[in-house]
């Protein structure tokens, strides 16, 4: 299973913060707590942060629901005797840190200290878990049933998602009354803990190499065309998402294999965990079956004679140490499932030596192994080109020194090479016989802009197709690491890494418009990861003063996505094009992000037109 952060019995900073603040009740003088007849629900309290944290409480009464004995090792732990308040949750966690010594349907009283835990640490934005820390256990009896579960259905989790976080406290909501009919993360939150079920529900995210996968109680909110679950807004969160993991061990059962569109069938049922990769999580005490619905991997159409098509796919910081499976899966893929497009821009090409930090920044031997498995798939003999990077200096996994590149299929296109591009002199836009032309092809765009500091550096091309020039710029944006998630204690969440992309792609933008001002009908194409979504701050950049189209947006909403995250489909691979290109078909073809077995986590995209 997936290994955990530490636990600390500290009292979270955040949570300090509030307390200091006066947002939460305090523990001294709890009247449960001086009459020794402290409950669960007085443990969970009637907000996020349990208003005895920090305090000892003895002889806890409950009966065990779920034992987890990896990871993050405890129980969980339910009182029959509810209090009548929807918003105290009756079961906690247990951290005992070593395998517990107690089993599903004993009757157990806990001492110990209660604490929250923040997954991540409160840099995360998380929301804190309630937990009994450093326990005294006694068994009472054992074999007793357990507590009901709740169902968690499409009519129990209401339509808003969060409540507005508090002004005073930071956009916190940590110190706000939980309303669990109101709002789907209180309804989340005053179950945390507790024993709770879903029925068959549809799979909206891939099961995973960590024994996960996600479902939905809601099928008809926002639904894609596969059997997903869209997030096309910033209001989109889709609350009927959650996830599932196994409490059994994996050499005792294996995790089954699901693709989105699946149903997880029969019941599943357990405790209602938080985790910090995806927040409130179904641990499966008792998990229902995989019933296949035979999704099946995309094609797109092949490109006619006077079309050009160019694609832009991440292959996942591919480089020679990668198992020639991964070459020829990929290889098939670019042949089979995008019928070989005129141009590929590629991200995530790692140099030669792979991830080894050993000075290498060439990617030639990569991309000949690549275009050799094209070429047994059946498919054209690409030629490429790119620029080397500066090592180190484009992030990415260290050592393996990322970049774009393209392929083309010279016998449709050809490239237009102009000398004086390197990893540190960016190309430029003059005017050649009427025409816009780039100084350096290929050539980075402004690679000294602090906007690509420890980035990627845009690559653009000039390429001609049956006497037009094309000029093509590949791009993989800054990653959205260090944003808030959506369960984050704080709403709305902060999404700190907008702040780059927009930057990056305000560059990229007075770049295409610069070709724009020499040729005002231009061909111009921007295309690849750009990790945000087609209705974000970073594409409004992009698309700045009508220079670029979102391609994507002439596909119907149930089709807009290109990965998959936490169970929402959702785009982070775009092409734009420039006004010139009038009339163009896009396809977004879905051949990895929805499956369990994936050769890369994003889905390729194909832009079609005639120059």
Request: charge should be negative; hydrophobic fraction near 35%; glycine fraction near 12%.
């Amino acid at each position: 299973m997936a290994s955990f952060p530490p636990r600390t019995a500290a009292v979270p900073a955040v949570v300090a913060a509030a307390l200091a603040a006066g947002l939460l009740a305090g523990a001294p003088g709890s009247a449960a707590d001086a009459a020794g007849t402290v409950r669960i629900h007085d443990v969970q309290g009637s907000t996020r942060i349990s208003p005895l944290v920090g305090r000892h409480v003895a002889d806890v009464p409950g009966v065990v629901t779920g034992v987890r004995t990896y990871g993050s090792r405890g129980f969980w732990f339910q009182d029959p005797e509810a209090d009548g308040d929807a918003a105290t949750s009756e079961g906690v966690f247990v951290f005992t840190g070593s395998r517990p010594a107690v089993s599903v349907g004993d009757a157990v009283r806990v001492s110990g200290t209660v604490t929250e835990y923040v997954p991540g640490g409160p840099g995360s934005g998380n929301q804190s878990l309630t937990q009994i820390s450093k326990p005294a256990v006694t068994v009472v009896s054992s074999g007793n049933p357990l507590p009901a579960p709740v169902t968690v259905t499409a009519g129990s989790v209401p339509d808003a998602y969060a409540p507005g976080g508090d002004p005073a406290a930071e956009g916190s909501i940590n110190g706000l009354a939980l309303r669990p009919s109101s709002y789907a993360l209180d309804y989340y939150e005053s179950l945390e803990g507790a024993n709770v079920r879903v029925g068959a529900s549809r799979v909206v995210g891939p099961s995973t190499e960590h024994a996960e996968l996600w479902v939905t109680v809601e099928p008809c909110r926002n639904p894609t065309r596969r059997g997903g679950t869209l997030y096309g807004s910033y209001g989109s969160q889709n609350p009927g998402r959650l996830k599932v993991r196994s409490l059994v061990p994996l050499a005792e059962q294996p995790f089954p294999a699901a693709n989105v569109g699946d149903v997880l069938t029969g019941t599943t049922e357990g405790p209602l965990d938080f985790d910090q990769y995806g927040g409130y999580t179904l641990a499966a005490r008792t998990l229902g079956t995989v019933e296949g619905r035979g999704l099946q991997r995309e094609r797109t159409r092949p490109q006619r004679r006077g079309e050009l098509a160019v694609a832009t796919y991440n292959v996942e910081n591919l480089d020679p140490t990668d198992p020639q499976e991964k070459f020829d899966a990929l290889a098939g893929a670019v042949v089979e499932n995008l019928a070989s497009p005129d141009i590929v821009a590629l991200e995530e090409i790692q140099d030669d030596s792979g991830a080894r930090d050993d000075g290498t920044v060439t990617a030639g031997q990569t991309l000949e192994k690549f275009t050799d498995a094209i070429v047994a798939a059946g498919g054209p003999a690409y030629a490429w080109r790119s620029v080397d990077p500066e090592d180190g200096g484009d992030g990415g996994e260290p050592g393996g020194n990322i970049r774009q590149v393209f392929l083309f299929n010279p016998e449709r296109v050809s490239f237009t090479d102009r000398a004086g591009g390197d990893a540190t002199t960016p190309t430029g836009v003059v005017e050649e016989r009427g025409e816009a032309a780039l100084t350096a092809s290929p050539g980075r765009i402004a690679p000294a802009d602090a906007a690509w500091e420890n980035s990627r550096k845009p690559l653009a091309g000039e390429f001609v197709f049956r006497g037009r020039t094309v000029i093509v710029v590949a791009n993989h944006f800054g990653s959205k690491g260090g944003d808030e998630p959506l369960v984050s204690h704080r709403q709305p969440p902060n999404r700190s890494s907008e702040v780059k992309r927009v930057q990056q792609a305000k560059v990229v933008n007075a770049f295409v418009k610069d070709v724009l001002a020499v040729q005002r009908n231009a061909d111009v194409v921007v295309l690849g990861d750009i990790n945000d979504f087609e209705f974000s701050a970073t594409t409004r950049a992009l698309t700045d003063g009508g220079a670029l189209r979102a391609a994507v947006t002439s596909l119907p909403r149930s089709e807009r996505y290109s990965y998959v995250f936490q169970g929402n489909s959702q785009v982070l691979d775009q092409i734009l094009t420039s006004p010139g290109i009038r009339r163009f078909t896009y396809d977004s073809v879905h051949i990895n992000a929805e499956f369990a077995d994936q050769v890369s986590d994003h889905d390729p995209q194909v832009l079609r037109f005639r120059p």
